[in-house]
Each structure stands twice: as C-alpha cells, then as structure tokens.
C-alpha cells in the first residue's frame, strides 16, 4: 500500500509533538530577529560614523553567508573559545540573527515613509531621541510592514528543518527518524508538509489580522 490511514493516525501525535518544536523555534527566533533587527536599523538611521559602518557591513556578511554555514560556525567553533550552546539555543540565536539582517531593512523602509518634517518637529519641541521614536516615530512606522516582516516569520519557519545538521529534533527531523525506524517515509513525510502548510498560512491570516488591526487611519476616514 502507498498510504496507510492507521500507520499515519498512529505516529500522528508524534508528528504534532515536532511540529510544537518547530513552531517554539520559529516564534523564539523571530523575536530575536525583531528585536535585533529593530536595534540595526535604528543605529544605521542615526548615522554614527563607527558603528553605523560596522552594524551596515555586519548586515551585509550575515545576508551573503548561507544560514547553514552560520549554523556550523557558532555549533562547532564556539566551543572552540570555551563557548557552550545547546543545538536548541544555537539554532534560536542563528535563526534570529540570520533573519535580523532581513528585518532590519524592513523597519528601515518603514521609517522612511514617516515625512521628514516629523523628525524636525520633535527636535524643536526638545523631544529626546528615544523619546522621538517612541511616541512619533514607531507607531507610524510599524503597521505598515507588519505584512512584510509576517513574510519572513513564515520563511523562518519554513527554514527550520535545516536545524537537523545541528541536531534539532524538528518536525522534518521526526519524520527522518519515523521513516529510517519504519522505512515508510511517505505517511511520515506527507505530515510534515501538511503541518507546515497549517501552520504557515494560519501563521499568514494571524498577520493579515495585525495588519488589520493596527493600520494607520487613512485621510478622508
């Protein structure tokens, strides 16, 4: 038989228990990767000479280097300097640093679009840099990429199996191991494409809802 119905029902629960895993991945690596990214594009917008380069060249290496290659240099040369992770935190901190890079040009379109005049008032009101951003800045320049950076959440999850080189137990990683055990790789396989299916476009509608949720007024309304 090409498919069983009761093989699949039985290692069904194991399949949902790795996409848990999967899914805690993701969202932990997107919140690096967010609030990295927001830190990026802030230091690039306010022009230290030093550190901008640093920061702008930084983004440029983790944008030109694949992922995987990233992934091998902190899991096997950290320990090198006497630095220990475990594959679940590397792969957290690879993910989100990875994808900070992406995110950061996000935020950075999305500050661009507040007017130039908004920056020059708050200055003349005595408005403190931080200050600026809080209250003026980030409110009109978040919802509009909340789509764009609910894209790379959905990349990013889509991107996690390549964890398996560090030894993550994910979702494809549990179907690898159901299949080499049972050698019926088509039920186990055929789950994990449907998990992420699932949750990537239930991972979709949440951000349509946010974008929704927090649009700008539009003139006229």
């Not at 983004?59 to 040369?77: D, G, K, N």
């Not at 320990?79 to 690879?94: C, Q, R, Y």
Request: with cysteine; proline share 5%.
């Amino acid at each position: 038989m090409i498919w069983d119905w009761n093989y699949a029902i039985e290692i069904l629960p194991v399949m949902a228990q790795a996409s848990l895993v999967t899914l805690q991945v993701t969202v932990l690596g997107f919140a690096v990767a967010a609030a990295l990214g927001l830190v990026w594009a802030i230091i690039s917008l306010m022009q230290i000479p030093v550190v901008t380069f640093s920061v702008r060249l930084f983004i440029e290496f983790i944008r030109s280097t694949p992922l995987l290659i990233q992934l091998f240099a902190v899991y096997y040369f950290l320990p090198m300097a006497g630095i220990f992770l475990s594959a679940m935190v590397t792969g957290v901190l690879v993910l989100g640093v990875h994808y900070s890079a992406y995110c950061a040009e996000v935020y950075r379109s999305g500050f661009q679009q507040v007017s130039r005049g908004q920056w020059e008032a708050a200055r003349a009101i005595n408005l403190s840099t931080a200050d600026t951003f809080r209250r003026i800045i980030l409110p009109q320049a978040v919802p509009p990429i909340i789509l764009p950076l609910g894209n790379y959440f959905v990349a990013m999850f889509k991107e996690t199996p390549v964890l398996l080189a560090i030894t993550v137990i994910e979702l494809v990683a549990t179907a690898r191991i159901i299949g080499n055990d049972t050698f019926r790789y088509t039920e186990p396989i055929t789950l994990a494409g449907l998990f992420f299916l699932i949750l990537s476009l239930m991972a979709a509608q949440f951000m349509r809802y946010l974008n929704w949720r927090f649009a700008l007024p539009q003139p006229g309304r």
